[in-house]
């Protein structure tokens, strides 16, 4: 009797029913650190006095003004999160999209890194990691057809209760080191 291995390509096994959709995690939490990243920036007084030299203001003014500006950015960003994790198939294409555009903004962002390095901060690595190395890796993983299957076939609900409960709450940790690192970067300069 002969016996025949059956291998499955990778096209085969996006082709299965069960097959898992790839990156949501990832945009979801890249979403959450911003809202975590512009939530708090207002908060650090070097970057409110950052604001206020450059535009010749008071600092409490300088807060206000970032505030204003920042807060409704982070709520934002909290909300398109919330509909990646949700399973919205507009807000995935948005994300593909902003992130392939991160990608461009990342190079820009290593030549500021190595130049910042040189004068002993390293925590400007940590933005340019995520647009030049992250980014790039969401845009490729969202746009799998997999990913695009199952945000045309699933519903809210289920999308919902696929991501909570530990997922959730890993998702949320790391928003929240992620966005208050590259918070406290931005406020240290």
Sequence with gaps: ???TVTSTSTADAAAEPGAKPQGIGMAVAFDWGLTAE??????F??????????????PTLATIISIAILWPLALLFALFGESIRRGRNRARRLQIIG???GFLGG?????????AIRTGDY??????FILLIISPII???????????????VSSSEARRRHSGLWLFFIILWSIV????????????
């Design 45 to 58: 007084p070097s970057f409110t006095r950052m604001v206020a030299n450059q535009l010749h203001l008071n």
């Design 99 to 101: 992130n392939a555009l």
């Design 107 to 115: 190079i820009g962002q290593t030549i500021n890194a190595i130049q």
């Design 1 to 3: 009797m002969k016996e």
């Design 38 to 43: 512009f939530f708090l920036l207002p908060l």
């Design 139 to 153: 845009a490729w993983r969202l746009s799998r057809p997999v990913t695009a299957r199952w945000f045309k076939q």
């Design 178 to 189: 992620g966005g208050a690192l590259v918070a406290l970067g931005a406020a240290a300069k």
């Design 123 to 128: 925590l400007s690595i940590v933005p340019a």
